[in-house]
């Protein structure tokens, strides 16, 4: 087996991949909106909220391979 904290290292490059992503959109939604497209700004927005809410559950999910880990030794 993999090393036992491969997994939730991976998960945690992802995550963090994920939240830049979402700053770079919300980067985008403003200057979208500065530029009048507020409509679509709104749009990025919602969807960056889902990204963020993603990677909460992210976090929950290596905070609890972590535990399991912890407790096998």
Known sequence: MAHPKLIPAVLASLQLNQMMIGEAFEEI?????????????????????????????????IIELLKTDESMH
């Open 29 to 61: 939604a403003v200057w979208l909106e500065q530029e009048g497209a507020t409509e679509i700004a709104q749009k990025i927005r919602v969807r960056v909220g889902d990204l963020r809410f993603n990677a909460e559950t992210m976090d929950n999910a």
